[in-house]
């Protein structure tokens, strides 16, 4: 829960910092800044930080980033300016990415094959429940203060009791993990792109849904919450049905028909004229997401050796975060010129098209083997 979407419990705050901060330089794209320049600090050290856990402990390291997730997290409620703030963000992400490798490395210890499948369904839909925990609850707290949101954080320092009494670490069982043959790959450089595609157009939900919602529909800081937070629960429903998928398809499939929903949730966005129509097309985009995530580890895990776990892990992370950073800083200039709204209309548009010309693409090259 403290890992993929935990960024976003400041992200209702956002809208307020262009009245609280307004006589700074760029505060609009600063304060989108807030939620991914924790996505940044991933994406630079995560591939590092894996060689540091796999000799330092996975326990060790995870209550070490407990600490600095609750530390650091919780400096916005008492630093006062907007580039302490950032700072502060920065090394939170340092923290975000040593839980996030450490949990996915450790499902890749703990379950194998269809078991991994499931296992990654309940922790994408449980990473879901985090997102509505931190988003809801920041909308209601943004609300009361903008600072306010960031205590939020001080939950790992909750979490942080159960790993020190419940984490097992135990040295890997190479007959229990061991992998097909065919499945060994150590050049993943396809799936890590694959996710860094992923969390660029999945993170235009958090980073340009508020703007739309408060500032073009008016919204309050706890109805915008509710909103996202009905995208995290679908979010959850899509991980959940994951393991349904894979027995039917295998993970290339998977992700084109989770990047065809997310279009789908995208294109019906552009078109909403009621705030509360919002209940009925983010979750479209939530499901396409959650079916995504699952896929992504999954299909890491599948391929990468279970000496390579940890590093394999942390290329990953790093992949998508440097996703989740640069989908503000890719998408900011189309949003301008666009407008937030009809922004969404074309993204809808871009991702379906580029998926039919790849599935085109693959069934013309299908056609010319047979």
């Known amino acids: 829960m403290l890992t993929m979407m935990s960024n976003i419990a400041i992200v209702t705050m956002l809208p307020h ?31 590092f930080l894996g060689h540091f856990i796999n000799k330092f402990g996975k326990k060790k390291a995870t209550i070490t980033g407990l600490l600095f997730f609750s530390l650091f997290g919780t400096a916005g409620l ?12 920065f090394l939170f ?39 509505i925990v931190f988003i809801v609850g920041g909308g209601i707290l943004s609300d009361i203060n903008w600072r306010y949101p960031f205590a939020i954080y001080a939950l790992g320092l909750v979490v942080l009791i159960f790993v020190i009494k419940y984490l097992v670490e135990h040295k890997v069982n190479a007959t229990f993990i061991e992998e097909d043959e065919h499945l060994l790959n150590h050049n993943l450089w396809y799936i890590y792109l694959l996710a860094f595609i992923l969390m660029l157009i999945f993170y235009i939900l958090p980073t340009q849904m508020p703007f739309l919602i408060v500032n073009v529909f008016h919204a309050s ?84 050796h279970h000496t390579k776990r940890i590093k394999s892990s942390g290329y990953l992370t790093s992949s998508l975060f440097l996703g989740q950073f640069c989908s503000p800083l890719i998408t900011h200039p189309f949003v301008e ?20 010309i790849i599935i085109v693409r693959r069934t013309l090259k299908f056609c010319t083997k047979n």
């Open 221 to 304: 800081g706890t109805l915008t919450g509710e909103i996202i937070a009905t995208a995290f629960i679908f979010n959850a429903a899509g991980a959940l049905t994951f393991a349904k998928l894979k027995k039917r398809f295998n993970f290339s499939q998977i992700y084109i028909i989770g990047m065809i929903v997310l279009a789908i949730g995208f294109f019906l966005i552009g078109f909403v004229t009621s705030v509360h129509l919002f209940f009925l097309t983010s979750p479209v985009v939530g499901f396409g997401g959650g079916i995504l995530m699952a896929n992504m580890t999954a299909w890491m895990l599948s391929v990468a």
């Open 78 to 89: 008492y630093l006062n300016t907007v580039y302490e703030i950032l700072f502060s963000r």
């Open 17 to 47: 910092l262009n009245t609280i901060f307004k006589d700074v330089p760029n505060i609009e794209l600063l304060s989108r800044l807030m939620i991914t320049l924790p996505s940044l600090a991933i994406a630079i050290f995560a591939p």
């Open 337 to 356: 010129y666009f407008g937030v709204q009809d922004f969404f209309i074309v993204s809808g548009i871009f991702l379906l098209l580029s998926v039919l």
């Open 93 to 131: 992400g340092i923290a975000i990415a040593i839980l996030m490798i450490v949990s996915t490395s450790l499902v890749g210890d703990y379950f194998k094959n269809e078991q991994r499948h499931k296992f990654m369904g309940l922790q994408s839909a449980f990473i879901s429940i985090g997102g």
